[in-house]
């Protein structure tokens, strides 16, 4: 079975921190990605990186940014936390080719004070 | 022309029922249709997917019918059962990166 994991499962910050939230998949996939998922809102894709060192911004970049050193681990990075990122992140893996879905890890729940 | 927009919204079935959930997409290049479960405080996990060159697929309690000439697709969960209470979400997706997700459904099964 495809295992992504991610590092925290909660986090509590205040803001104005540097923020480090980490996932690790174990499936030799290509692609990661790094969503938020905020109540009727659904999933908002942050950052993906189809390989490492490659880093692509998704649909709401701004306040975050990524780093892929090894093709297992995928890092999202909030420069100076702020209230408004107050939420959950999910990270995902997949491999590239036709057919082939993502697949999450467990979420972490951040809040910024 | 990448959205894919999903109902109801929220759904509340008894148990033993059939709960429907229908999703409907844009783009013609999506070559993967998967339908996720998220439990509250948990991830996505998937449930079952559906390749477009396959009108109905079926994992137990779980079928998806897909009509691509009307770009839709839909989850079926007969025998509803109280433990299926979840979030549902749809998605399309095109050579393992361009992923587009539904908005969500929140089912309940009543007992």
């Known amino acids: 079975d495809v295992k992504v994991t991610q590092s925290s499962r909660y986090l509590v910050k205040r803001t104005g921190e540097k923020v480090f939230l980490e996932c690790v998949q174990d499936?030799?996939?290509?692609?990661m990605f790094w969503y938020r998922q905020d109540p009727g809102l659904g999933l908002r894709l942050i950052y993906f990186?189809?390989?490492?060192?490659?880093?692509e911004k998704g649909d709401i970049p701004e306040g975050y940014s990524v780093s892929r050193e090894k093709k297992e681990r995928f890092s999202l990075i909030l420069e100076s936390a702020s209230t408004n990122q107050t939420s959950m992140y999910l990270c995902?893996?997949?491999?590239?080719?036709?057919?082939?879905?993502?697949?999450f890890g467990p979420g972490t729940r951040l809040l910024v004070l | 022309q990448q959205q894919v927009k999903q109902s109801p919204q929220s759904l509340i079935v008894q148990k033993g029922g059939i709960s429907i959930i229908n999703c409907a997409y844009e783009n013609t290049a999506f070559d993967y249709f998967p339908w996720y479960q998220q439990f509250p405080g948990k991830g996505p996990a998937l449930l079952i997917a559906i390749r477009p060159d396959v009108s109905e697929k079926k994992e137990g309690r779980f079928t998806i019918s897909f009509n691509k000439s009307a770009k839709q697709f839909s989850l079926h969960i007969m025998d509803s059962q109280p433990g299926d209470s979840a979030t549902y979400f749809c998605?399309?997706?095109?050579?393992?990166?361009?992923?587009?997700f539904g908005p969500g459904t929140r089912l309940s099964v009543l007992p």
């Open positions: 990186s189809y390989d490492v060192k490659m880093k």
């Open positions: 499936m030799d996939h290509e692609n």
């Open positions: 995902a893996s997949s491999l590239l080719g036709t057919q082939e879905t993502q697949y």
């Open positions: 998605a399309s997706t095109y050579y393992g990166q361009n992923f587009v």
